[in-house]
């Protein structure tokens, strides 16, 4: 049985900390049947304020509303996801990983000013044949309700003798001959303020050499930015009821390109395709629907 490690924070993470954390483990390696720790984060009465609800609506070209967009509790999560996958009892560098797939539930409204607990903890590892997997759970909690789910799921390619697991996710084709729903420009500006806004502070997200470094073109837009604007494109029937989300990461949307959103409806939701102006294939594939 994998061993666990309980972790509790009374404030928000340092984003440095986090940082250094990560580099000082970055030379970690997986090991074939090496067993990893199981990793659960807590935090209680994480208040969701005005003003950093309206920056985040801001640069994601939101209309402003009290009431939460589907991917705002990433900003709430991504900073404790962060210092599971920074761990050095983690078999892996942060700065190697690639976030791949993220399916997320949102089975009440969330709004400016709540409070809510939030959860996060790993799974084991799935060697599988582009290489390890691992998920991450994250959990927003209102007076003992979940408000809030999601699975993301990272990937460190390689290959093992070993490889002997399936991805749960089945990754979306192209829709074919879908029409256009609607275009944007996705400006330089606000690269790094749009990183400390949602906790990712990877520099591949505003820093063109370092994201040069790792085989991009420049740097790029977190994924959270780009699939709120998705999803505010595709207003679901009013109603109540859970909505899920699922998005597949297949490429860098890069700054200062024009994007363009291509959807299909159905009788529950919406199949959809984010394309990056000088990218042929979508870079981001995903549904989005009733429950």
Not at 16 to 21: D, F, R, S, V
Not at 75 to 91: A, E, H
Not at 109 to 126: A, E, F, K, Q
Not at 136 to 156: A, Q
Request: with cysteine; charged share 25%.
């Amino acid at each position: 049985m994998a061993h666990i490690i309980m972790q509790s924070f009374h404030d928000d993470p340092s984003a440095l900390g986090t940082l250094l954390k990560a580099f000082t483990s970055r030379n970690s390696t997986f090991k074939a049947k090496e067993e990893v720790p199981l990793i659960r984060i807590e935090r209680k009465g994480v208040r969701i304020r005005e003003g950093h609800a309206a920056v985040f609506n801001e640069i994601c070209g939101l209309p402003s509303s009290s009431e939460m967009n589907i991917l705002y509790p990433f900003t709430l999560v991504y900073p404790y996801i962060m210092r599971i996958l920074c761990r050095k009892d983690m078999p892996f560098s942060l700065f190697r990983v690639l976030n791949t797939v993220n399916n997320i539930t949102m089975y009440q409204p969330l709004h400016v000013g709540d409070t809510v607990d939030v959860i996060c903890y790993n799974s084991d590892m799935r060697i599988t044949e582009r290489g390890i997997e691992t998920d991450i759970t994250s959990e927003i909690i209102s007076e003992g309700i979940r408000i809030w789910d999601n699975v993301t799921t990272y990937l460190l390619r390689g290959k093992f003798r070993d490889a002997v697991d399936a991805s749960p996710f089945v990754s979306l084709e192209p829709i074919q001959g879908a029409p256009r729903t609607t275009q944007w420009y996705l400006p330089v500006k606000d690269r790094f303020r749009f990183a400390r806004v949602s906790g990712d502070t990877n520099g591949i997200h505003y820093w063109k050499i370092y994201a040069r470094m790792f085989g991009f073109e420049r740097d790029f837009s977190q994924p959270i930015r780009i699939t709120a604007r998705c999803a505010a494109e595709l207003p679901l029937p009013e109603g109540a009821g859970p909505v899920k989300m699922i998005f597949f990461l297949k490429g860098p949307v890069y700054y200062g390109r024009l994007l363009e959103l291509r959807s299909a409806g159905n009788d529950k939701g919406y199949r959809f395709d984010l394309y990056c102006e000088g990218n042929e294939r979508p870079c981001i594939s995903g549904e989005v629907m009733k429950i």
